[in-house]
T-cell receptor, first 108, second 116 residues
Framework: RKEVEQDPGPFNVPEGATVAFNCTYS??????FFWYRQDCRKEPKLLMS???SGNEDGRFTAQLNRASQYISLLIRDSKLSDSATYLC?????????FGQGTELSVKP | SAVISQKPSRDICQRGTSLTIQCQVD?????MFWYRQQPGQSLTLIAT?????????ESGFVIDKFPISRPNLTFSTLTVSNMSPEDSSIYLC?????????????FGSGTRLTVV
């Protein structure tokens, strides 16, 4: 079993749709959690950190459930520019463990 | 957040040769990380580079194949030695940056390596 597992995707959604990504991690000692975005042929860029209380940044909402070892990302009112691969990332003892990524394609 | 300059951005190399990748950070950082992203895959940590000590390698990666230098707190190099086509990947460096309330890992723009 992989340490960080994500929905396999790809997700193909129309503009304006709401889309949710799920992620589970296997190591309960994991310390911090992130969602990164990676555009084709580019480096990953931090989208948002994920806190136990949940956090929101505009159209993006991240949730963490430590008991279930589950992380989610909700994107509301999808834009064409949201098309990318979304990476669930877990910090374990200072090392980042990446999920395999979920590809999102937003269509007009 | 920190700004990382990574070079080269891409290279095509002959098998059996070596390539050295450089990362320059605009601020002093304790640890720098080197990742590999194979085609269609996610990122895998190769090693952690600390200034003044030997790099710490992850399982499956060895110093002879991926020697790392960290001469100061703003610079590191990764060498891919005795390359084979299986080494064709994107290589990225990364540092932790930001303040206590908003931090994350910043990545260099990556080096796209093709070994022929």
């Amino acid at each position: 079993r992989k340490e960080v597992e994500q929905d396999p995707g790809p997700f193909n959604v129309p503009e304006g749709a709401t889309v949710a990504f799920n992620c589970t991690y296997s190591n309960s000692a994991s310390q911090s959690f992130f969602w990164y975005r990676q555009d084709c042929r580019k480096e990953p860029k931090l989208l948002m950190s994920v806190y136990s209380s949940g956090n929101e940044d505009g159209r993006f909402t991240a949730q963490l459930n430590r008991a279930s070892q589950y992380i989610s990302l909700l994107i509301r009112d999808s834009k064409l520019s949201d098309s990318a691969t979304y990476l669930c990332v877990v910090n374990k003892a200072g090392k980042l463990i990446f999920g395999q990524g979920t590809e999102l394609s937003v269509k007009p | 957040s920190a700004v990382i300059s990574q070079k080269p951005s891409r290279d095509i190399c002959q098998r059996g040769t070596s390539l050295t990748i450089q990362c320059q950070v605009d601020s002093q950082v304790t640890m720098m990380f080197w990742y590999r992203q194979q085609p269609g895959q996610s990122l895998t940590l190769i090693a952690t580079a600390n200034q003044g000590s030997e790099a710490t390698y992850e399982s499956g990666f060895v110093i002879d194949k991926f020697p790392i230098s960290r001469p100061n707190l703003t610079f590191s190099t990764l060498t891919v030695s005795n390359m084979s086509p299986e080494d064709s990947s994107i290589y990225l460096c990364s540092v932790l940056s930001g303040d206590t309330t908003n931090y994350g890992y910043t990545f260099g723009s990556g080096t796209r390596l093709t070994v022929v």
